[in-house]
């Protein structure tokens, strides 16, 4: 890492929300509720495609306790969604998957509500259901919305019957460099649903003014997407709506998209009471917001030395019953399967599908991991099938700083090399396979900062002090506390002088959200620049009372300096308040995209990423040949972060989405069969525990982005992707076979082994050290 | 329902309620007395959140009847230090960076005090942590540094809190 000369950017300092959190004193979504609440709770169906015959809640609204009861008969049969408005709040004449809501109820407890659900008659008519997303793009395959021409989506989206979205990036001429090549490499590869396995249930309470407005208390992570979702769902106006974050129990992508908000306003405006919500463990399993399975193809044509050609590749990924984030998780797993390669040739489209299974979302890094672990066990698998070392089959390929990028930008701030190169120094590389059964892998990739705009109002207060306003939610990340730690820096402050407010739709500005690790970047630019306006406004106000120009002052140790004087920052508070109604600042940031050649990409919603990060890891882990079992002894990240606003958490990021990395390398999926989850509870849905996770170590490397606070790059996102490749290598170097189907269970690695898996590529034959 | 009467010693208070028979320690914990820092998440005793302490042994509120804490003693997150005073754990879940979204810390913290209280005149090795707080799902932090929270406080204190 680079000397940083700042006093609180870049330094290790704790976090602004630690005492509260440690405490039990912190306030979540769940746990937030008003005085004379009701509880909701939700009927889902227990069939995977239905049409809906009766549904008779007489006996259910008869219960005691019961205060609402409704069905999609009671409410508009309006449509909403992220990118295809293709859902309803309940079930309207079709089932659609296992978990469909059908009705809602809300009660005088969980007990009643739960009685009540059960009471409610449900008759079914069973439509041939579509598992398989390779099955629904077969022709002739029923169509699950029959109705998808009418349905409004974002203008970027291309449609066709079952495929919610399609998107191509192409260039050169990849038949041509096919028919060159010295060799041709073709893989199938394919992943599982994964839970993002946030502790905090998602949960939401909702209560109505009395006259038209609503207010809803949630742990989502993009409040003001929820605010125009339920807009949407109860035909309001937005300013009707006003949704509070009190605090969030992680999200990783899983609370963007509505999860109960809208039944709890519904039922609340029902009974005029305030309702909550709090999803079960089972729910969460069976309709959540999962990250996508995907079915991924790879073809690559090389030169003798290993020199990428050509790459053709198609992504499927299964959005389930609805859209969700698969049109747009689709197309981003383009990006991530050119990888950092120098790539002359391609063509990659990809494919979301609809299936009869739980609607998708996003989870954190979105198609990266599947698109990852493509393309880097493929990279694998030329180098042994060619004699050439990984590492340097990867480093006669990455692209280096002013190449061009799938899109045809311009790259800068590259550093892929470094990261490969300390990543194999870190692990050992020069012993790739110390011991029978054991073996080193490493695994490389890059991934986007997200745009989108960043407001934030800062309220100078009478102690020096200042409160910091943003829309963007604290997920846990300690994102806000980075970006205080910006504006800290910026105005010459302590970290424990900036105060976070809680975000607020009515009166915290606009953000784009938390999501696409671009929180502390996006947010603590928009800091730059309200500190600016602040500063400008401190030295006016300091002008007026001293009568010396604005233009000489300066902001030093909390006090604007003007000549011989120096004016604290609690007395420019002051002023402010006699004279100005006090001092509020503005600020606001967008990161727009770079430059790209639009004939290269179709229909793609990012179509060229901004600020892109680079990183690679290595592992380091044995197989039992006996039981097929992993065991991890280290594993290293190197990570570019442009810069490190604050090394611990970013540490943090990196552990814990490796370990989020691991879990979908080797344990997690939601297992289904015939439509039904067979694993829905955190028993069998095998996420990590602190006995799973082996040591990380991270190496953070700055090379400066331009666009980011002191050179920052997006960092939460990218850790979680390549640990499923990097395992997949190691296990590969140790034993001369990849797994191609994710997750890498010990029962696949042992079937492998004896040649009864049929998703394994197995080079023990051809093996050469 | 029938209500019972049941006296609880939480945090060192005595509370006298009328509970229904099946309502669960966490349930009066969370949502009679108000208590909301042991957290609800699965309810079957697999994510570890709702740990609290009762007779000083880590266990899951959320299976363990109210009833069945008769003339025991109960002590929740919100009983071991306020901000102004931390616990030594909870001082260095903060120094150690083990805190994110925070939300399974409040079990964390009371397992690892019911683990170093049993390991008491020793020092704990990191296996032995790392197995003490197995029970405990964490998401956010691959559980590094909160081991290397317990272990420093373990070190200061020789176990013990």
């Not at chain 1, 004449?93 to 509500?113: K, M």
Request: glycine letters at 10%; proline letters at 6%; charged letters at 20%.
């Amino acid at each position: 890492m680079r000397a940083n000369r700042n006093l609180v950017a870049g330094q290790r300092l704790p976090r602004l929300d630690g005492a509260p959190k440690v405490t039990g004193r912190f306030v979540y979504g769940a746990d937030f509720a008003l005085p004379g609440t009701l509880y909701g709770k939700v009927l889902r169906s227990q069939v995977p495609h239905a049409r809906i015959v009766r549904i008779d809640t007489g006996r259910a609204r008869a219960m005691p306790g019961v205060r609402a009861v409704i069905t999609a008969a009671d409410i508009p049969a309006t449509r909403f969604g992220n990118a295809i408005k293709d859902q309803t709040v309940f079930a309207t004449d079709t089932i659609r998957f296992l978990g469909h809501p059908l009705a809602a109820i809300a009660a005088t407890s969980v007990e009643a509500a739960e009685q009540a659900l059960a009471a409610i008659e449900v008759e079914v008519e069973a439509l041939p259901a579509l598992y398989d997303p390779e099955a629904a793009l077969a022709s002739g395959a029923p169509l699950l919305h029959r109705d998808w021409h009418d349905y409004v989506a974002l203008p970027f989206i291309s449609r066709d019957g079952n495929v919610a979205g399609r998107t191509r990036m192409h260039g050169g001429d990849v038949a041509a460099a096919f028919a060159q090549a010295h060799r041709v490499y073709e893989n199938r590869f394919t992943t599982a649903l994964q839970h993002a396995g946030y502790t905090e249930p998602r949960a939401a309470s909702a209560a109505w003014d009395g006259g038209d407005t609503l207010t809803v208390w949630t742990n989502a992570q993009l409040p003001f997407e929820v605010q125009t979702t339920l807009a949407d769902i109860l035909g309001m106006p937005t300013s009707r709506i006003r949704v509070i974050v009190p605090g969030v129990g992680g999200g990783f992508g899983g609370k963007l998209r509505i999860g109960v908000e809208h039944f709890a306003a519904l039922l609340a405006r029902q009974c005029g009471r305030p309702v909550k919500m709090v999803t079960t463990s089972e729910e969460e399993l069976i309709a959540a917001h999962p990250r996508q399975a995907a079915i991924i193809t790879l073809k690559t044509g090389v030169d003798r030395d290993g020199r990428i050609l050509a790459r053709q590749g198609r992504v499927i990924v299964d959005c389930g019953a609805y859209s969700g984030s698969g049109p747009g998780t689709g197309a981003v797993a383009l990006q991530c399967l050119v990888g950092p390669y120098r790539t002359p040739n391609l063509e990659m489209e990809s494919l979301a599908v609809y299936t009869n299974k739980v609607p998708s979302g996003s989870f954190r890094a979105p198609s990266g991991p599947m698109a990852n672990f493509a393309v880097e066990s493929q990279m694998d698998m030329i180098a042994d099938d060619l004699g050439i070392d990984p590492l340097e089959l990867r480093l006669r390929n990455i692209v280096r700083d002013g190449d061009t990028g799938p899109a045809g930008e311009v790259l800068r701030a590259v550093s892929i090399e470094e990261c490969l190169r300390r990543a194999a120094d870190a692990i050992g590389w020069h012993d790739r396979r110390p011991a029978p059964g054991r073996g080193k892998g490493i695994a490389c990739s890059w991934w986007m900062t997200t745009g989108g705009s960043s407001g934030v109002y800062l309220k100078l207060n009478t102690d020096g002090s200042v409160n910091l306003a943003s829309g963007a939610v604290e997920l846990g990340t300690a994102a806000l506390t980075g970006a205080a730690q910006v504006l800290a820096e910026q105005l010459t402050l302590d970290l424990e002088d900036i105060r976070i407010a809680p975000v607020d739709t009515q009166s915290t500005p606009y953000d784009y959200g938390a999501q696409g690790s671009r929180t502390a970047f996006s947010v603590g630019n928009a800091c730059i620049a309200a500190a600016e306006d602040l500063r400008r406004q401190a030295f006016a106000v300091v002008a007026r009372h001293l009568g010396l120009p604005a233009d000489e002052m300066r902001l030093q140790g909390k006090c604007v300096v003007a000549g011989e004087h120096r004016v604290p920052l609690s007395e420019v508070a002051r002023l402010s308040q006699l004279g100005g109604g006090g001092l509020i600042a503005h600020g606001t940031a967008i990161n727009p995209p770079p430059a790209y050649d639009a004939a290269r990409v179709e229909n793609h919603p990012l179509p060229v990423w901004n600020t892109p990060s680079f990183h690679a890891h290595a592992a380091d882990l044995s197989v039992d040949r006996d039981t097929g079992e992993i065991t991890i002894h280290r594993y290293v990240v190197v990570q570019d972060v442009g810069y490190a606003i604050n090394p611990t958490y970013i540490e943090g990021q990196i552990e814990g989405g490796v370990s989020q990395g691991l879990g979908q390398a080797l344990s997690e999926e939601i297992v289904y069969s015939d439509g039904r989850v067979l694993n829905a509870n955190l028993t069998d849905y095998k996420m990590p525990t602190s006995l799973d996770v082996p040591p990380i170590e991270s190496i953070l490397v700055e090379c400066p982005s331009q666009a980011g606070p002191y050179g920052a790059k997006g960092v939460g996102e990218p850790p979680c992707i390549e640990p499923p490749a990097t395992v997949a290598n190691a296990i590969a170097a140790a034993t001369g076979l990849w797994v191609t189907s994710l997750p890498i269970t010990a029962e696949k690695v042992l079937l492998s082994l004896r040649k009864e898996y049929p998703q394994a590529v197995d080079h023990r034959d051809s093996a050469r050290d | 329902m029938t209500r019972v009467p049941l006296t609880l010693s939480i945090n060192g208070e005595m509370h006298e309620l009328l509970v229904a028979p099946h309502w669960t320690l966490l349930y009066v914990l969370r949502t009679v007395i108000g208590l909301s820092g042991a957290k609800e998440n699965c309810l079957e005793a697999e994510c570890g959140v709702c740990t609290v302490l009762l007779d000083g042994k880590a266990v899951n509120s959320c299976i363990l009847l109210a009833e069945q804490c008769r003339g025991r003693s109960i002590v929740t997150i919100e009983g071991l230090g306020t901000s102004g005073q931390l616990h030594p754990l909870q001082e260095a879940f903060i120094r150690h960076g083990a805190v994110q979204c925070g939300y399974c810390i409040p079990g964390m913290i009371l397992t690892a005090k019911s683990f170093l209280d049993e390991t008491s005149g020793r020092v704990p090795t990191r296996d032995e942590i790392r197995e003490a707080i197995s029970g405990t799902l964490c998401r956010c932090t691959g559980y590094q540094k909160i081991i290397d929270a317990i272990a420093a406080v373990a070190a200061e204190t020789k176990g013990g809190t």
